[in-house]
């Protein structure tokens, strides 16, 4: 069982920044493959980015692309969206994920979620 905590959300006006944290507990995070996804109010919950559990390959929705950045940090069990130039259709909650080994994109792959964390930005 991995449980995990998102921290970094809050509100931002659009072109700014905020960087997402998520911490992990419980299992041997470096097993672990991670993903952002994020659920905009009365939408599904979409795949933002991914990242291998050695951190070398990532992966990204193509409206995020050039703007966000995921990495990790194994030593710390941590991992991180950075969210830059930030639109208003930005705006969700927020959700890391992990699942075992391979990386993944679609929602129904991950095993474990956190609580989420709201993130909002104004034009």
């Known amino acids: 069982q991995v449980q995990l905590v998102e921290s970094g959300g809050g509100l931002v006006q659009a072109g700014g920044s905020l960087r997402l944290s998520c911490a992990a507990s419980g299992r041997t995070f470096s097993n672990y493959a991670m993903g952002w996804f994020r659920q905009p109010p009365g939408k599904e919950r979409d795949f933002v980015a991914a990242?291998?559990?050695?951190?070398?390959?990532?992966y990204y929705a193509d409206s995020v692309k050039g703007r966000f950045t995921i990495s990790r940090n194994n030593a710390q069990n941590t991992v991180y969206l950075q969210m830059n130039s930030l639109k208003p259709e930005d705006t969700a909650v927020y959700y890391c994920a992990a699942r075992t080994f391979s990386i993944a994109t679609t929602r129904d792959e991950y095993d474990y979620w956190g609580q989420g964390t709201q993130v909002t930005v104004s034009s």
């Open positions: 990242i291998t559990v050695s951190g070398v390959t990532t």
